[in-house]
């Protein structure tokens, strides 16, 4: 559940504070840029949380997708959610075998 109004980076209101965050919308926010959000448990106390998430390859898995990416800029949204989507995949796929 949001805590405040999630906005995009041109400040326009995405989704209000209180409204549950779905799968739907968090792929929404992604596409609009949005790198975080002020959440809140609605099952616990009434405070603000970030989340994030952390991706742990091996030194191998990360310099392979380096040099996949290396003409690209990192910095761009889809390209930073596009590599971080990447990296889940190879991780998920190396463990797997």
Known sequence: ?????VKDRMG???????????AQKLKTL???G????NIKDSKGPD????????IIASPAIIKE???LFKHTD???PAIAEL?????????????DN
């Open 30 to 32: 992604k596409a609009w």
């Open 47 to 54: 405070e603000v949380v970030q989340e994030v998430d952390k």
């Open 34 to 37: 949005v790198t975080d959000a």
């Open 83 to 95: 590599y971080d989507i990447c990296l889940a995949r190879k991780v998920e796929i190396r463990q």
């Open 1 to 5: 559940m949001t805590a405040t109004e």
């Open 12 to 22: 326009r209101t995405l989704l209000t504070e209180g409204q549950v965050i779905t």
């Open 65 to 67: 997708q380096e040099t």
């Open 74 to 76: 990192r910095r761009h």
